[in-house]
């Protein structure tokens, strides 16, 4: 699979095997490139991906691509907030007539939900939500052992969930939204300081307050499983972990319930990779 | 379609025709019966249905059961709330044996969330959820034209999404879940006056912590409508729907979120039997 992550500040793309193994990567920065330009990026990085593999006689048979939102379904035209550059941009399509490949546009957090059913802290689980609390806070959600997809292709969007009815205010117009709680940028507005720096009480309570979204959605949806990825969550750590379960538990008893946990994301760097190429084989393999 | 609707006081059989359309019914009491005596009141019911079909030359393909929750995966143990001669009961298997007809058992508010995606006011839909607010808050879940089952086949639970995070306590061992705060039981527990003549301040009041609930939901799972049946939600009526629009427009202002619509539910006393032939029909289908 011919792999490619557009984050907020680089581009990765890679060649990943069938197994999921990220067999080559290259990144580049997103600045100093105007629309063209940044396609221009990709379509080297895409090249040089490609050009590994024929050397070792892989055979390339899709491409998956995770793209930060918001997007048009199938990401027929992308517009990552932090690329802004790319406004409607026709990603899946320049990315097909590039390579010839299948390609598949999907938004990061879905990717990255997959790729944690794949091969990582929810492998073999088929009722989970794969989180990711960093600049954003969003995720996938896995039903059934099916990706939720929803109306326009944005199901997952767990940053919306309302944890504090008077909380702040969100991007979205709405109040008290998790992503207005607990995201990186939310907690420096709230608090003055980066969450590379917070406090003890800063780290529980966004803990506290992300297992309080969890007791909405785990009876919803009867998950058995969070996982939670992403820079503000894994460096808050165990203790972030750790009130997030507490809550969980404190809220979710109904009995069907009882028992979900919350574990951190088990892919590291290499989540939104694998969960690129995941959504490339998803596609292949119509899951 | 062999139709049976497991409600609290009553049971409701009946003959639905695979479009839909109820061509006999018969009720029986729920109590004074132990769970044997209960079984043969619902077996006698099902033979009356049976009979009809067999008077007019209909086959009758499948059964389909919506019942009171909690129950096991399948409904092949059914403890429904309200009936207490029934623990652990065998019902899907014991509707089987009598029938002789493939049988499907599952969740009340699943079937009529399926019905009112089959026929009521969520027809044609692929995205939204089916709720009823009565002595319980529960619903079904279809994303991507799919009813969503989660792990023990409990997802829909939308009655224990958090809505006041220092609400009152809930059955389920948490606090300020919305059934906690507006099924019939708990209005009237707040107030001292059952929900018939709740004040017009109670009825916004449900409404708006209804809409909160899904302004949750909706960008969770990327849904368009929420239909809502059930005696409190239609007795309470038309400032109960636009207090829970209202409160929807104002958290759920993310663009893809934007023009969900909340409306009554479009079945009437017909949706737990229209709903209970749809899952039969589902099961036949395999949709």
Redesign the interface.
């Known amino acids: 699979m011919l792999a490619l992550d557009v984050g907020g500040t680089k581009l990765a793309a890679g060649l990943v095997s069938v197994g999921g193994v990220i067999l080559t990567r290259g990144t580049t920065a997103t600045v100093g490139a105007d629309a063209e330009a940044l396609f221009g990026r990709v379509a080297t990085l895409l090249d040089e991906s490609r050009s590994v593999a024929e050397r070792h006689g892989h055979r390339v048979i899709a491409c998956g691509v995770g793209c930060g939102g ?1 997007m048009t379904p199938g990401g027929e035209a992308v517009s990552p907030l932090n690329i802004p550059q790319w406004r409607q941009f026709p990603l899946r399509r320049r990315v097909d007539e590039h390579t010839g490949l299948e390609t598949v546009v999907d938004n990061d957090a879905k990717a990255l939900a997959v790729a944690e059913g794949w091969l990582g802290a929810a492998a073999g689980e ?2 989970y939500i794969g989180m990711v609390v960093s600049t954003g806070v969003g995720g996938g ?1 896995v ?2 052992g ?1 990706l ?11 940053g ?6 008077d909380g702040r205010p969100c991007a ?4 008290g939204c998790l992503e207005a709680e607990i995201s990186g940028p939310s907690i420096e507005a709230r608090t003055g300081q980066p969450p590379e720096i917070a406090s003890t009480e800063t780290i529980e309570r966004s803990g506290m307050l992300l297992g ?1 979204a969890r ?3 785990m ?6 499983l969070a996982t939670v990825a992403g820079s503000v969550a894994l460096g808050f750590g165990a203790p972030f972990f750790a009130a997030a379960q507490a809550e969980l538990a ?8 009882t028992g979900a946990r919350v574990v951190p994301g088990g892919l590291g760097d290499d989540g939104p990779l694998v969960g690129a190429a995941a959504l490339g084989l998803r596609a292949v393999t119509r899951q």
Do not use: W, Y
């Open positions: 918001p088929a009722n959600i039903v059934d099916r939720l997809d929803g109306a326009t292709g944005n199901a997952g969007h767990i919306h969930v309302i944890v504090e009815p979205c117009g709405g109040r309080r007791s909405s959605v009876p919803l949806l009867d998950l058995r404190r809220g979710a008893r109904i009995e069907f319930a």
